[in-house]
């Protein structure tokens, strides 16, 4: 089965702290993503990466950045973490297929939650 | 990705057929319907997706209108596992490079 393990599940840090967020893939997709889900506004795209080194901004981007190192890793930073980035943070990837079998499926992990205080 | 629209709620009984509608009307040709779901604290996780004709898996069932205006996720035989909120979403890529957009989808619950 295909794995996405997020570092921490639960996270409690103060403002203006640095936070990491580590997402590893065992499938050697190619994407990876970053979300953040918060209540009735769904699941927000905040930085995705089709391959290591390449980032791409979202639709939430502003106060984060991305780290792909190694294909199997892909980090969001928060450079100084604030209360208004409280959320659930979800990692997923995905491989590249052609076409004609490409299924469109997202594999996530199993989300972690960031309070900042 | 073209927008969706859920209703936020359904209740369904345990053992019953879940019809969970979608509507898609301003999606595209080559715009395929994905269907994914989110158990409570677990990440969201791919049902089923097509393009024009009806598909089936070992989850579910998906029935796209001829028009493509609008389709209905189908759980045969829902047991209470299948309490989730359950997404619709239009894409062309679906995962590929550039992800997916979520709405807020259906909260849909399962009564015993």
């Known amino acids: 089965d295909v794995k996405v393990t997020q570092s921490s599940r639960y996270l409690v840090k103060r403002t203006g702290e640095k936070v990491f967020l580590e997402c590893v893939q065992d499938?050697?997709?190619?994407?990876m993503f970053w979300y953040r889900q918060d209540p009735g506004l769904g699941l927000r795209l905040i930085y995705f990466?089709?391959?290591?080194?390449?980032?791409e901004k979202g639709d939430i981007p502003e106060g984060y950045s991305v780290s792909r190192e190694k294909k199997e890793r892909f980090s969001l930073i928060l450079e100084s973490a604030s209360t208004n980035q409280t959320s659930m943070y979800l990692c997923?990837?995905?491989?590249?297929?052609?076409?004609?079998?490409?299924?469109?499926?997202?594999?996530f992990g199993e989300g972690s939650r960031l309070t900042v205080l | 990705d073209a927008k969706t629209t859920q209703p936020p709620s359904m209740d369904c009984a345990e053992g019953r057929a879940a019809n969970l509608p979608c509507n898609h009307s301003?999606?595209?040709?080559?715009?395929?319907v994905y269907w994914y779901r989110q158990i409570h604290s677990q990440g969201p996780q791919y049902i089923i997706h097509?393009?024009?004709n009806n598909e089936t898996n070992e989850m579910a069932s998906l029935i796209i209108t001829e028009d493509r205006k609008s389709s209905t996720l189908i759980l045969p035989h829902a047991t209470l596992r299948d309490t989730a909120v359950y997404y619709c979403?239009?894409?062309?890529?679906?995962?590929?490079?550039?992800?997916?957009?979520f709405g807020k989808g259906t909260h849909l619950i399962i009564q015993p």
């Open positions: 990466s089709y391959d290591v080194k390449m980032k």
């Open positions: 499938m050697d997709h190619e994407n």
């Open positions: 979403i239009g894409s062309y890529s679906g995962g590929g490079a550039d992800g997916l957009t």
């Open positions: 997923a990837s995905s491989p590249t297929l052609p076409a004609a079998l490409n299924t469109g499926e997202l594999f």
């Open positions: 097509g393009l024009k």
């Open positions: 301003t999606i595209s040709g080559n715009e395929y």
